[in-house]
């Protein structure tokens, strides 16, 4: 029961990131990259299964770098792709090696690492003809590298379910970007994927990623919900109330002479709130900065 239900969530949350952004189109050769983590397994599973259902014809193939880590068992992932009768690549490219050769002990290797293996892909994605680069990056990848950005690069920016890649020839997808991380974990363990650990590097996790994860895993423990009204935010940008220069015109603002009862106040004589630290009774405030009505909350179960 609980299997069909999560089912139905996954495929319904899959179907309508791909429709939101165009993600697939009639023709496409989606090349679905296959790390043998929970969320490439999930993603490579259900586009199968939209694959068979789906009104238009789209290729999949999936591909996994094997990137010569101690310990990565070679014949799981041959085996289980095989057994789903896809067509499928393993590739083998020996970064580990450059890796440890070049990054100095004790400092951290992700970052050529993942540049190696983005250009491995990449190469990949242009042999086997492939439109497109389907990756297992979900909502919560999302919502921690917007937190991660704006707390350690002063930037407001995300991970996009849709982008050029950066040698500008490909378009590079995720269409798992409205699942939640507890779901893709609910749903490896139904369908007992052969999951291949992540630590083989011997890499120590990103710290400060993981400690974005321990703190949104304990506002949502808090305040359920929370994940999603971040994640929301995302899509409901408006950049006349941020700071970006080159998104709104500020420059230009002139007064449009015409009264707008849901427009801004910039002050506010009743309110209540007291964001000046004024006593909350018997003092009248004259003007104060007004606290926006939250926005109404999405329906139920969104995204
Ligand atoms: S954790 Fe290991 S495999 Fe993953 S990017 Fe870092 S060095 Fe590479």
Redesign the pocket.
């Known amino acids: 029961m609980e299997s069909r239900k999560l089912g139905k969530r996954l495929h319904r949350q899959l179907g309508r990131a791909i429709a939101d952004f165009s993600m697939i189109e009639a023709g496409d050769r989606v090349m679905v990259c296959v790390s043998g983590g929970k969320d490439s397994y999930t993603l490579l599973d259900l586009l199968i299964d939209l694959q068979a259902r789906a009104p238009i014809r789209f290729e999949l193939v999936a591909v996994n770098l094997d990137?010569k880590?101690p310990g990565f068992p070679e014949d799981v992932l041959p085996a289980y792709l095989a057994g789903r009768g896809i067509d499928f690549r393993i590739v083998e490219q020996d970064t580990y090696s450059v890796?440890k050769r070049l990054v100095p002990e004790g400092s951290t290797?992700?970052s050529l690492?993942?540049r190696l293996?983005r250009g491995a892909l990449y190469r990949v994605a242009s042999e086997l003809g492939a439109t497109k680069i389907a990756l297992g990056h979900h909502r919560d990848d999302m919502v921690q590298t917007l937190l991660m950005n704006m707390f350690f690069g002063g930037r407001l920016k995300g991970m996009p379910p849709k982008l050029v890649s950066d040698d500008g020839r490909h378009v590079v997808i995720r269409p798992l970007a409205y699942v939640a991380e507890s779901d893709l974990e609910r749903w490896a363990a139904l369908r007992d994927f052969p999951i291949i650990p992540?630590n083989l590097?011997g890499?120590q996790?990103n710290l400060q990623r993981v400690r974005i994860r321990a703190m949104l895993r304990d506002w949502e423990r808090e305040h359920p919900g929370r994940i999603d009204r971040i994640f929301d935010a995302m899509a409901r940008v408006v950049p006349s109330h941020l700071m970006d220069r080159n998104l709104f015109a500020f420059d230009a603002l002139q007064p449009t002479g015409q009264a707008d009862a849901g427009g801004d106040r910039a002050f506010d004589e009743d309110d209540a709130a007291d964001p000046c630290g004024s006593p909350a009774t018997g003092t009248r405030v004259v003007a104060g900065p007004r606290r926006r009505a939250a926005p109404p909350l999405p329906e139920e179960g969104s995204p």
Request: net charge positive; proline share 0%.
């Open positions: 990137q880590q890796v290797m992700c690492c993942s293996r992540c590097c890499s996790l």
